[in-house]
């Protein structure tokens, strides 16, 4: 079942930026610790950024940290991730996730399918 949806995805040159967005058909998102985490080919899934249910914590993973930035629009029940500037090595399907609290992709319980982002050097 999917539960979380992402969009915004896209390709582009390195030095650009892409604002990705994590909606939700049927649950509630200020309900929710949310993340954002990258896969690529052959590799794990990779902890990116993390906001907390009430919205005041957020979390960065050092290869990001000042480059993304997470946040919420609960009137639209959404979770964006603004990234800016993107790098050739950030090419990956970026997936959005929902209803856990740590930083490893198995503690969260609801899932997108991913949105592909391309970076051409």
């Known amino acids: 079942q999917v539960q979380l949806v992402e969009s915004g995805g896209g390709s582009l040159q390195a030095g650009g930026s892409l604002r990705l967005s994590c909606t939700a058909p049927t649950l509630t998102l200020n309900n929710y610790v949310m993340c954002w985490f990258l896969q690529s080919p052959g590799k794990v899934r990779e902890f990116l950024s993390r906001i907390i249910e009430w919205g005041r914590n957020i979390d960065y993973s050092d290869s990001v940290n000042g480059r993304f930035s997470i946040s919420r629009d609960n009137e639209k029940n959404a979770v964006s991730l603004q990234m800016n500037p993107l790098k050739p090595e950030e090419t990956a399907v970026y997936y959005c996730?929902?209803?856990?609290?740590?930083?490893?992709?198995?503690?969260?319980?609801?899932w997108g399918q991913g949105t592909q982002v391309t970076v051409s050097s």
């Open positions: 996730a929902a209803g856990g609290w740590g930083l490893r992709p198995y503690s969260y319980k609801y």
